[in-house]
Each structure stands twice: as C-alpha cells, then as structure tokens.
C-alpha cells in the first residue's frame, strides 16, 4: 500500500520502522543521483546514502515540516558529499599524480572505443569538468549541481544550503561564470 511522504515521516518519527523503509525507497534514488554527481564515484555515493539515511534515521525527531522532507535529505547528503569530497582531496593529494591520471584514463574507455582523436578530447573534457567543479567553492558545487542536475528550485536549495534567495541565486550564478570561464577553452577549440 503507498503512502503518502508526509504521513511516513510522521509515522517513522513515532518509531515505524515500516514508514522509514518506505521514505528510504522513495528518496533513495534521488540521494544517489546528487551524491554521484557531487562525488564522482558510485562507490563514495553509495556510501552517501547510506550515511544520509543513517543520519536521518538518527535525528529524525529534529526534522520539522517547514521544508520537504527531501529538501532535509539533500542537505544531509550534501553536507556529506562535501565531507567526502575533502577527504578524497587530502587523500589524493598525497599520492603521485600520474599514476591517478593513467587509471582515470583507462577505466574512462568504452568497450566500444570510438576513434582516437574522441577519446581525447572526451578524456579532456572530462579532466576539464572535473577541475572546473574542482574550483567551485563547496556552496557553489553544491548549489549548481542541486539547480542544474537536480532541478531543484531556488528556494529548494536555499533551504537545503540554509541560505536565502539572494545569496542562492548568486552562489549558482558564480558557479556558472566560474565553469564558463574554465571551460571555454576547451569547448571553444570544439567549435
């Protein structure tokens, strides 16, 4: 039997373990996509559900209904994926480069490989984007890929950054120069 979101909520913070399973189904799938497209990696946006609904689980009696409930999940899984997504920096730092970047490389070949000169400019496009989205500060990452992967509404993601409208706006409008300026050399040489 479906049941409506906001009845689950309210069930799941009275202790129905049922209610919670069934807003983890529902919203599992939207976490996973926001958390990927943070993260980069399947494996660290697993780990971002799982953590996100942890956490949820956990304070659960805190939530209050004056923004979705899916709008409190996505700033848990961001928050998250920012963590991650620090961490994954430190750790990186520390190893050697060239050795990521071969791996990059080869695990970012299809079975089917197109020609060589594809290959090249989609492994530096992908570079590109990822040092793009690199340069981004933490609130603008997040904001642009809540407004531009996510669809989410301004005010959306200004309850899931805790921001008002103005300074939410501005955040996905700096993200968008920033890529803009990063990217242009790249998508300008395509043209």
């Known amino acids: 039997m479906e049941v409506e979101a906001g009845g689950a909520v309210e069930r799941a913070q009275s202790g129905d373990s049922d209610a919670f399973r069934l807003l983890v189904e529902q919203h599992s799938r939207a976490i996973f996509r926001l958390a990927y497209r943070m993260t980069g990696n399947e494996e660290d946006a697993e780990d971002v559900v799982q953590e996100t609904f942890l956490r949820a689980y956990r304070q659960l009696s805190r939530y209050e209904a004056r923004s979705s409930f899916s709008t409190w999940l996505y700033r848990i899984a961001s928050n998250y994926s920012l963590d991650l997504i620090r961490m994954r920096k430190r750790h990186e730092e520390k190893r050697e480069?060239?050795?990521?970047?071969?791996?990059?490389?080869?695990?970012?070949?299809?079975e089917t490989a197109p020609g060589p000169d594809r290959i090249l400019y989609g492994s530096q496009l992908k570079h590109q984007v990822d040092a793009a989205l690199d340069e981004l500060s933490p609130q603008e990452r997040t904001a642009f890929v809540l407004r531009h992967f996510e669809g989410l509404s301004i005010d959306e993601i200004g309850q899931a950054l805790g921001t008002g409208t103005n300074a939410t706006k501005h955040s996905i409008f700096r993200a968008v120069q920033k890529l803009r300026r990063s990217l242009e050399?790249?998508?300008?040489?395509?043209?």
Do not use: N, W, Y
């Open 97 to 110: 480069r060239g050795s990521r970047e071969d791996h990059d490389l080869l695990q970012s070949m299809p």
């Open 185 to 191: 050399p790249v998508l300008g040489s395509a043209r």
